[in-house]
């Protein structure tokens, strides 16, 4: 069989799983294996670094370095150089340049920084000023003309280069704050430019109004590289944040793809582009600030599946080899056109900082490449639909369509690749169903990733944290769980007549590692009742709900039954443990002739577990309402009532800390909350009542957060989180499979 028609099938088989691949005919060469590309992005970023620029950190320049510096930083594997780039945000206040005009885009630039640190630190500092210098020109937008004039020519995106510098910004925050005025402004303003500075003929920009009627030597308009690296740099830049259904999109993947195919018709054999496009022959040094632009754009398209793979991967090929052969032994970028705003002539020793951040963008897109070389993937995009932060967020594939969609696809071969990040997720298949993994997201954020077979040359992630959940016959038939922040057990068997029931039990836990089995084990020579540095167990339940015991109503009371009788343990970390315990003879003790069946789910991350109880049996039909207690310590413990969204949550001291504790219920309350005092130690509860409305089934989520862990240390830091919590359960996050 010829290689053509074999790359075909290839080509057509992947059309038909649903997934993208495409196997060079030739290998990577080595400046494209992972670890080369790691090594040499940080090479040219410790060079930068020890190596300041004379400009001001505000200024255009340190906005793409900042672009491509917070790219690397996201894959490099020490922290350093996020302490940079905030020790710049930091340097410069988090405000953008400020120059006596406003609305000049290069003061912009280094917004694009701000704020994507800010989806990481949530530091509302990071995007203050931004957020302040763009409401000041929505409220005063300019209407001047186009043309280049000195007076006037800053307050409009009128020469390219400011569509990389601002656009992207825009369109970061109107994610950001769910604002589509923000995302407007920039669509207005980026239509106008390009219907004024854009060729339809050769598919590339003027740099401005100036160079409509100016020609090379050789006779070719005159089309700066550095300038249309900008506009593709920011074109890609637009659209990773563009939400998918924003009325222009097909008009911004028309132009990248336009200009892709240009881009890809000019490009020099050697791989890297000239400082004047169309005129190699009088401006034969390669450029390398320009050229990074391209490398990125095209990477980028390739990965996100705009570009067809083996039309533009040999490119790219070239590109990043040439920019690689740019790098002087020391770290230095050599090649890059220094500031002007013609084509220039370009040295091999000449370097400028955004040539090293279009350097670390290209650099942060061939690695995907790299990963991936000719694998199968499926593309996932991954929307956070509100404008809250979810850290820890489980996000839930169905296994079963991977498996059919990505050839060779096992549990032990799975590998989800994170695009933001440019690493591995822990993963972890539950009941053969779901393929779990984590991430954050800030708001509004949408993310990408790969499931792909594990790649070769990476190696296998580990989680470091895990949860944990076992059957403890050592201790009385406890069944216990736990994750990284909280701890509970419930009551088995061998404590049947000891006056307990269903009540939950919360180990109140300060170490972000297992303590269930240490504890356990140290019984017989420390007890778990005092706090010997990692946490102990000073809650009482007694005969009470304890935090989320389930009570059932029926005939104008409330029923609680007693110890399980029956356990069973479906995952065991790292991301979710999950188990269910049956009750069966102590619902009929409780004069219930019924069984129930407790799923109980705990993620990594959260401070509350999820409850699922199903009921069976002649009684299950007579259940009224269900209640979810939670049991205080003391008439001094506050309570806070949500029937709206159905929280109710406590607020206690013990010893001394504070504890707090909640249930939240997925259907709306049928009636008030309740709440019952007593002298009593366990005596005193609050509890969420569910209509059953004819079900035999109900799902809450219950937990616990205590100061002296650290996450969550005063009331109200408790009451937003749990308000957060809900909303994370009732808009969960949105999955999209690529066709």
Request: hydrophobic letters at 35%.
């Amino acid at each position: 069989m010829k290689t053509g028609s074999l790359m075909l099938l290839t080509f057509c088989a992947a059309i038909l799983c649903g997934c993208s691949t495409f196997q060079v005919s030739e290998p990577l060469p080595q400046q494209m294996q992972p670890q080369a590309i790691k090594a040499v992005m940080a090479k040219v970023a410790d060079w930068q670094l020890a190596n300041p620029s004379r400009h001001h950190t505000t200024d255009w320049t340190h906005g793409a370095l900042f672009a491509g510096l917070t790219a690397w930083a996201q894959m490099a594997d020490t922290d350093a150089y996020y302490k940079a780039a905030i020790g710049f945000g930091e340097k410069n206040k988090w405000q953008p340049g400020s120059r006596h005009i406003p609305y000049h885009a290069d003061d912009h630039a280094v917004g694009q920084m701000y704020l994507d640190l800010y989806k990481i630190y949530k530091d509302p500092a990071m995007m203050a000023g931004v957020q302040e210098r763009f409401d000041w020109i929505l409220a005063n937008q300019p209407d001047t003309p186009l043309t280049h004039d000195k007076r006037e020519h800053k307050k409009r995106y009128n020469w390219c280069d400011a569509l990389f510098m601002a656009p992207p910004v825009w369109t970061k925050l109107a994610r950001i704050t769910d604002d589509d005025k923000y995302l407007d402004y920039m669509n207005k303003e980026w239509w106008a430019t390009t219907d004024y500075l854009y060729d339809p003929v050769e598919h590339l920009y003027f740099r401005d109004s100036n160079y409509f009627n100016k020609r090379e030597a050789n006779g070719q308009k005159v089309f700066w590289s550095r300038g249309n690296g900008w506009v593709f740099g920011g074109l890609v830049r637009v659209l990773e944040e563009l939400p998918d259904d924003y009325p222009d999109r097909a008009r911004y993947e028309t132009l990248y793809k336009e200009m892709a195919a240009k881009l890809l018709a000019i490009q020099p054999a050697e791989g890297l582009w000239h400082s004047s496009l169309l005129d190699p022959v009088n401006f034969p040094s390669i450029e390398a600030s320009g050229s990074g632009f391209y490398c990125y754009g095209l990477a980028w398209g390739i990965n996100h599946g705009l570009l067809d793979e083996e039309t533009y991967l040999p490119a790219v090929m070239k590109a990043w080899t040439g920019l690689v052969g740019c790098v002087h032994p020391d770290g230095k970028l050599g090649y890059v056109q220094p500031i002007g705003a013609d084509p220039r002539r370009v040295k091999a020793d000449q370097t400028e900082i955004y040539g090293v951040g279009s350097f670390l963008l290209a650099g942060s897109e061939v690695y995907k490449i790299a990963v991936r070389n000719g694998s199968n993937v499926k593309k996932i995009t991954v929307t956070n639909p509100v404008q809250i932060f979810r850290d820890s967020e489980t996000v839930s594939l169905n296994w079963n369509h991977l498996k059919q969609t990505v050839p060779g696809l096992t549990k032990d071969n799975v590998a989800i690749f994170d695009f933001k990040t440019n690493r591995l997720q822990v993963t972890q298949i539950v009941e053969d169903k779901e393929l779990l993994f984590q991430t954050n997201f800030a708001p509004g954020e949408k993310k990408y990733f790969w499931v792909m077979k594990q790649p070769e040359a990476l190696d296998v992630p580990k989680s470091k944290l895990t949860t944990h959940c076992r059957f403890v016959p050592e201790r009385k038939d406890d069944f216990a769980w736990e994750n990284d922040r909280i701890a509970f057990r419930m009551y088995g068997p061998t404590l049947w007549t000891d006056a307990v029931n269903s009540g939950v039990d919360c180990w109140l836990k300060r170490v972000d590692y297992p303590v269930i089995d240490k504890w356990y084990a140290d019984m017989n020579q420390k007890t778990y009742h005092k706090d010997w540095g990692e946490g102990y167990d000073p809650y009482h339940v007694g005969a009470s709900p304890g935090c989320g015991g389930l009570l059932v109503g029926g005939g104008g009371k409330y029923t609680s039954s007693n110890v399980f009788d029956a356990w069973k343990v479906i995952a065991n970390g790292p991301i979710r443990s999950v188990f269910e315990l049956t009750y069966d003879k102590s619902w009929k003790a409780s004069g219930k002739d019924m069984t129930e069946t407790k799923r109980v789910s705990i993620d990594l991350g959260a401070q509350l577990c999820r409850f699922d109880s199903t009921f069976t049996g002649p009684d299950a039909a007579s259940i009224w309402k269900f209640a979810v207690g939670l049991t205080t310590h003391d008439q001094k413990a506050k309570h806070t009532v949500d029937n709206y969204n159905g929280i109710v949550s406590c607020w206690e001291t013990i010893d001394d800390a504070a504890l707090g504790t909640a249930a939240i219920a997925l259907t709306p309350p049928a009636d008030p909350a309740f709440i019952a005092k007593s002298d009593k130690k366990d005596g005193s509860y609050a509890a969420v009542i569910v209509n059953s409305r004819g079900l035999d089934a109900i799902t809450y989520y219950a937990g616990f957060a205590w100061t002296k862990a650290g996450k969550i240390t005063t009331e109200e830091d408790w009451k937003a989180y749990l308000n957060d919590f809900k909303t994370r359960i009732v808009h969960p996050v949105r999955v999209q499979y690529a066709q």
